[in-house]
Nanobody, 124 residues
Framework: QVQLVENGGGSVRAGGSLRLSCAAS?????MGWFRQAPGKEREFVAA????????YYGDSVKGRFTISRDNAGNTVYLQMDSLKPEDTAVYYC????????????????????WGQGTQVTVSS
């Protein structure tokens, strides 16, 4: 069982920045972020996998958000710049621990463990 601890949510004005972090209690294969706004489905934001380190982004955040990890590989960061009101949502960290060559990082079902969520609010 892997525990996830998220930090860094908060409120910011449009154009501002926030940095989220997610620390996993055990070894991971990949880590990602999803978000869910009120009345909407959960949406893929970004993910990063180890081995040949590769990062992936949802279309709505490309060029504004950056995902990275620490050297130990069990903490992931999401740097969010040029925030917009439509980025307002609860952001969830997700982890996959099992190795696979099927990189369906964009799908919720690919992940095994989830954080409790952290609120990000962007005002106009």
């Amino acid at each position: 069982q892997v525990q996830l601890v998220e930090n860094g949510g908060g409120s910011v004005r449009a154009g501002g920045s926030l940095r989220l972090s997610c620390a996993a209690s055990g070894r991971t294969f990949a880590m990602g972020w999803f978000r869910q706004a009120p009345g909407k489905e959960r949406e893929f934001v970004a993910a990063i996998r180890w081995g040949v380190i590769s990062s992936y982004y949802g279309d709505s955040v490309k060029g504004r958000f950056t995902i990275s990890r620490d050297n130990a590989g069990n903490t992931v960061y999401l740097q969010m710049d040029s925030l917009k009101p439509e980025d307002t949502a609860v952001y969830y960290c997700a982890v996959r621990t099992r190795l696979t060559y099927n990189y369906n990082l964009y799908y919720e079902s690919w992940y095994e463990y989830w954080g409790q969520g952290t609120q990000v609010t962007v005002s106009s």
